[in-house]
């Protein structure tokens, strides 16, 4: 009896301590205040996919709580208003940007990372010295420009801007990479008698992947969530982009609650398909440490 | 300088002349490499750019001749009431925004740097990264309703907590420009918590050791250890953070157009409106312009002044 008492008491104490050990290291206050953040800033997102499977009644009466049965047909409105045009045009924009993006600026990043020429130094310089002209500078001046080219209301006016707005920061982080790669792999292939072009394709472009798909899903969201531009030079509907779709939509569906809700969360399923296939690629990229000054 | 002067005369005149063909060869294909790049910057950044400065100086609708009027937008400037009202707003935004950026996200990095359990560490890196899919103009619609007199989140919240008080926010020309900050609340998500963290795991362990020797722990570390092995990347969110907030205008344009009355309003929704409400391209570009010399010359100031992360790096 004794015996066991005195064992029951020690393994009390046992697991006692082990609590405290846990609670001690697992720094509980760091978990707190991240947990809080999180939920804080998930609210709005809840608040999103709540309101979505609501209808009007349920809306006005049990707006800020579960409430059933959900209303899934809110989704089916929703697409059915066109936001599906919105959505493709907005990948169309996104893909072709980066395509063009990474394709100038690898050949770019290439030259000044592996290549002598004249003038190197100052064309350079003229890279960087994008990176000190704002946006709001070029805007007017490029509404103007696509006013007398004639190409408000086409692709060409946000792929083109997109493009060149994009290759200062490929460009920078592009050479960094170039120039960290072995020279001999390079050397071996000069000799073997490759020409430049052949040493970018074959050697230099597989070797960047990881680095091209942060590059391009940085730009992706850019584009994405891009709102002043696309505003500025697409009025026709079937050109919209999601960002300006949305302001659209909002209008049509100014009293109906859910499909505005509704339309909201679909209008994010790209993003959210994206972020689910390149989460790891994404943070990886951002975490490597090259993205400072 | 001695080894260069002997080795001169072993070079003979043909391997010299290779060599500088062979340069020339090789600037030929390095320019045929830039020529997309410097097409697209050339066309749609640079020559922009110089347009703009050119209509500071003009009187032009965007559709009729540019009549040259020399520095009149400027001085128009000056009297712009509009304007100067906006430019108070807009070092209100770019106060709060660098206060926002420089403390939130530097906080969570570091109490995620702090975790010692590597899949915990994961976890709250992938949760905090993932409102980014959240499209930013989503964002600021969620938080129009939030701020709804009649239906919103925030009246209601206050009703449930028993307080009297009840705004029109957005709609209140006292709380306008501050609840246009506030959209974002906790300031915690995206990419900038990343960017500082990976500073944090930069630094690597003998330094974070030897600190830990030397008694340097919490918040005498975050300050004295962390921070300034971090500057290059709070160098580099600061001045996103304060070309943000110079340029920025995308929640203004959603949300209020600069109202009620005045009270949201910002240099680049007045540019905005100038150019595209009242057709005065001239005008606008000359707010262009000025904003564009203001952000070049903080930009250098901070590059100057905040010394860069790479020294200590070395060791």
């Known amino acids: 009896m004794k015996e066991g008492a005195m064992t029951a008491s020690a393994s009390r104490e046992l697991i006692h301590s082990k609590r405290t050990r846990f609670w001690r290291q697992t720094n509980w206050k760091a978990h707190l205040t991240l947990t809080v ?44 208003s066109g936001i599906a045009i919105y959505m493709g045009n907005s990948i169309l924009y996104a ?35 994008l990176l000190m002209i704002p946006g ?158 | 300088m001695e080894i260069a002067k002997e080795r001169l005369p072993v070079r003979s005149l043909a391997q010299k002349k290779r060599g500088s063909r062979r340069l020339l060869w090789s600037t030929l294909q390095a320019y045929f490499f830039l020529l997309p790049t410097f097409a697209l910057i050339g066309l749609f950044s640079y020559y922009p750019a110089m347009l703009a400065l050119y209509h500071s100086l ?26 100067l009202a906006s430019l108070g707003n807009m070092l209100t935004v770019v106060f709060w925004s660098l206060v926002i950026t420089l403390t939130i996200p530097l906080l969570v990095a570091e109490l995620i740097y702090s975790l010692r359990s590597h899949r915990a560490q994961y976890w709250y890196r992938l949760l905090f990264v993932a409102p980014i899919v959240v499209p930013f103009v989503v964002t600021l619609l969620v938080w129009r309703f939030i701020y709804d007199p009649d239906l919103g989140l925030l009246n209601a919240l206050l009703g449930w907590l028993g307080i009297g008080f009840r705004s029109r926010w957005l709609g209140d020309p006292n709380l306008a420009l501050y609840c246009l900050l506030f959209i974002g609340f906790p300031f915690a998500a995206g990419t900038n918590v990343l960017i500082y963290l990976a500073g944090l795991q930069g630094i690597g362990e003998s330094v974070i050791d030897a600190a830990k020797l030397d008694g340097a722990t919490g918040l005498r570390r975050v300050i004295s250890i962390d921070l300034p092995l971090i500057m290059g990347q709070v160098r580099l969110l600061g001045i996103l953070a304060l070309i943000g ?71």
């Open chain 2, 58 to 83: 003009t009187d032009w609708n965007g559709v009729l001749l540019a009549k040259y009027v020399g520095l009149d937008n400027f001085r128009e400037m000056m009297r712009d009431r509009v304007l």
């Open chain 2, 245 to 315: 907030g110079i340029q920025g205008f995308g929640a203004q344009l959603v949300l209020t157009r600069g109202g009620p009355g005045y009270a949201t309003m910002v240099p680049g929704m007045w540019m905005y409106e100038t150019a595209f409400s009242y057709s005065r391209m001239g005008y606008a570009s000359a707010i262009g312009t000025s904003m564009f010399i203001v952000i070049l010359g903080l930009t250098l100031v901070i590059m100057r002044s905040v010394e860069s992360s790479t020294e200590y790096n070395a060791r």
């Open chain 1, 95 to 129: 893909v072709v940007a980066v395509v063009l993006t990474l394709s100038a600026a690898s050949l770019s990043a290439y030259a000044f990372a592996r290549m002598r020429f004249f003038g190197k130094e100052l064309l350079f310089y003229l890279i960087l010295g």
């Open chain 1, 37 to 80: 953040l999180l939920l804080l800033t998930f609210y709005p997102v809840i608040l999103l996919l709540l309101f979505s499977v609501k209808n009007n009644t349920q809306f006005f009466t049990q707006r800020f709580i579960l409430s059933f049965p959900f209303y899934l047909e809110n989704y089916v409105a929703a697409w059915r």
């Open chain 1, 136 to 293: 709001v500078l070029t805007l007017v001046p490029t509404f103007v420009l696509m006013l007398e080219f004639k190409l408000l209301n086409t692709r060409w006016a946000l792929w083109l801007p997109y493009a060149a707005g994009g290759q200062a920061f490929a460009i920078f982080v592009l050479r960094t990479f170039f120039a960290g790669l072995p020279e001999e792999l390079f050397e071996s292939a000069r000799i073997d008698g490759a020409s430049e072009f052949t040493v970018l394709r074959r050697i230099t472009l597989p070797l960047s992947k990881p680095i091209m798909g942060t590059l391009a899903l940085l730009q992706v969201y850019g584009i994405w969530n891009d709102l002043v531009w696309p505003l500025t030079v697409i009025t026709k509907p079937e050109l919209k982009t999601v960002m300006v779709g949305l302001l659209t939509f909002t209008g049509q569906f100014s009293t109906d609650y859910g499909p505005l809700y509704a339309g909201y969360v679909i209008a994010s399923i790209p993003l959210i398909l994206l972020f689910a296939f390149s989460s790891g690629l994404f943070i990886q990229g951002l975490t490597s440490g090259a993205i400072k000054i």
